[in-house]
């Protein structure tokens, strides 16, 4: 419809380019104002200046399968293909069963901009001390508008009212996700996502149950410094440490403000298997008489 009238009659294969020069142009100068990307025209002459690809493309999600090893006829791709030789994918609409194959679709990200020396934008809110996952399109969008989120990246909390200085995270496995991957019985029932990593809190660890034995509470948040894994709740009024108000400090304040060396936080790793050490674990309840 943007080709003179001359063309609208005639073989495809007798059209010229120049037909699609009004809609390039129109193309370009639209997107130009949202992001610096100018469209090109090839033909197969010009695919060796386009990136090779497979049937995934080496990339998280699929982009882009040429029918044919060289592709004939004329193209319309992104002039950034051809400079950089990789191509800028976008996520596609799957339904859960394939969603789940996806070997990136559990994992929570925090993108930054910091390696790519570009200013921090829309994508990222905040740097960050480890990145995880750093997409191309980060870098691409880095200089964009920074529009208001309704929630961030990741669940950053504090004390047990959530509004702490993120000292607080979730808990992660070694590749960065949140939660294990879903059971066969979680399947079965469509879910795609499993449960969270959960620890024992270490703090927790530290007192005597009224029986004399350890006690173990789950959680799924830690340190963000020293990873050691603390309750978020507050389990200071809990009975199973003691009488009411024979505990005084919350798993979070323990850590960060109480003078014990075990649970202090130094900013040393801590290890998962690392055990609280007997001789200074602690009994609050009272003591009974061994009297008759």
Same mark, same amino acid.
Request: aromatic fraction near 8%; charged fraction near 25%.
């Given at each position: 419809?943007?080709?003179?009238?001359?063309?609208?009659?005639?073989?495809?294969?007798?059209?010229p380019w120049d037909i699609f020069a009004p809609a390039m142009d129109s193309f370009n100068a639209k997107s130009k104002k949202l992001i610096k990307?100018?469209?090109?025209?090839?033909?197969? $002459?010009?695919?060796?200046?386009?990136? *090779? #690809?497979?049937?995934?493309?080496?990339?998280?999600?699929? #982009?882009?399968?040429?029918?044919?090893?060289?592709?004939?006829?004329?193209?319309?791709?992104?002039?950034?293909?051809?400079?950089?030789?990789?191509? +800028?994918?976008?996520?596609?609409?799957?339904?859960?069963?394939?969603?789940?194959? /996806?070997?990136?679709?559990?994992?929570?990200?925090?993108?930054?901009? $910091?390696?790519?020396?570009?200013?921090?934008?829309?994508?990222?809110?905040?740097?960050? /001390?480890?990145?995880?996952?750093?997409?191309?399109?980060?870098?691409?969008?880095g200089g964009l508008k920074q529009w208001p989120k309704p929630k961030q990246h990741f669940l950053i909390v504090?004390?047990?009212?959530?509004?702490?200085?993120?000292?607080?995270?979730?808990?992660?496995?070694?590749?960065?996700?949140?939660?294990?991957?879903?059971?066969?019985?979680?399947?079965?029932? =469509?879910?795609?996502?499993?449960?969270?990593? +959960?620890?024992?809190?270490?703090?927790?660890?530290?007192?005597?149950? *009224?029986?004399?034995?350890?006690?173990?509470?789950?959680?799924?948040?830690?340190? $963000?410094?020293?990873?050691?894994?603390?309750?978020?709740?507050?389990?200071?009024?809990?009975?199973?440490?003691?009488?009411?108000?024979?505990?005084?400090? #919350?798993?979070?304040?323990?850590?960060?403000?109480?003078?014990?060396?075990?649970?202090?936080?130094?900013?040393?790793?801590? =290890?998962?298997?690392?055990?609280?050490?007997?001789?200074?674990?602690?009994?609050?309840?009272?003591?009974? $008489?061994?009297?008759?």
């Amino acid at each position: 419809m943007w080709s003179p009238k001359k063309y609208w009659y005639q073989e495809k294969h007798n059209k010229p380019w120049d037909i699609f020069a009004p809609a390039m142009d129109s193309f370009n100068a639209k997107s130009k104002k949202l992001i610096k990307v100018i469209c090109l025209m090839m033909d197969e $002459s010009m695919i060796g200046w386009g990136p *090779k #690809t497979s049937k995934r493309g080496g990339l998280p999600k699929i #982009t882009f399968e040429p029918r044919k090893p060289v592709p004939l006829g004329t193209m319309l791709r992104n002039s950034l293909d051809c400079v950089t030789g990789i191509l +800028v994918h976008q996520d596609i609409a799957m339904d859960a069963e394939v969603q789940t194959e /996806d070997d990136s679709s559990r994992r929570e990200t925090t993108s930054s901009t $910091s390696p790519s020396s570009k200013t921090l934008g829309g994508v990222a809110p905040s740097k960050v /001390d480890s990145i995880r996952i750093l997409k191309f399109t980060d870098m691409m969008c880095g200089g964009l508008k920074q529009w208001p989120k309704p929630k961030q990246h990741f669940l950053i909390v504090g004390n047990e009212d959530g509004k702490g200085d993120g000292r607080l995270t979730r808990i992660y496995g070694k590749d960065g996700e949140r939660t294990k991957p879903p059971a066969k019985q979680q399947e079965q029932q =469509g879910r795609n996502i499993g449960n969270a990593y +959960v620890w024992n809190c270490f703090v927790c660890r530290g007192y005597l149950s *009224k029986k004399g034995k350890q006690i173990n509470n789950q959680t799924s948040f830690w340190c $963000s410094k020293c990873h050691m894994p603390l309750c978020r709740i507050d389990r200071s009024k809990d009975e199973e440490f003691g009488p009411p108000g024979s505990r005084h400090l #919350t798993c979070f304040d323990a850590h960060y403000h109480a003078s014990h060396n075990s649970v202090i936080c130094c900013g040393k790793m801590h =290890g998962q298997k690392e055990q609280f050490p007997k001789e200074e674990q602690l009994s609050l309840h009272p003591r009974r $008489s061994s009297r008759k």
